[in-house]
């Protein structure tokens, strides 16, 4: 979900990870996108996780 995107990303934790312009950059991207109707993150890994849980009910 967005908000879990957003409490990492203003975590020390994701500012030692990805460096602190690139954790707040990703922060505003995804609070931007939630201010827009947003639930989900909407980056390659998300987008793609999001589609497999989507689908889990069609693999047998």
Known sequence: MI???IDFMS???AAE???QETADS???????IKAQGAEFC???G????KDI?????EIK
Do not use: K, V, Y
Request: glycine share 4%; hydrophobic share 30%.
């Open 53 to 57: 849980i989507d689908h889990l009910n």
């Open 3 to 5: 908000d879990e995107t």
């Open 46 to 49: 998300c987008t793609a996780a």
């Open 26 to 32: 990703i922060r505003t991207h995804a609070e931007e």
């Open 11 to 13: 975590s020390p934790t």
């Open 42 to 44: 909407d980056c390659p």
């Open 17 to 19: 990870i990805f460096g």
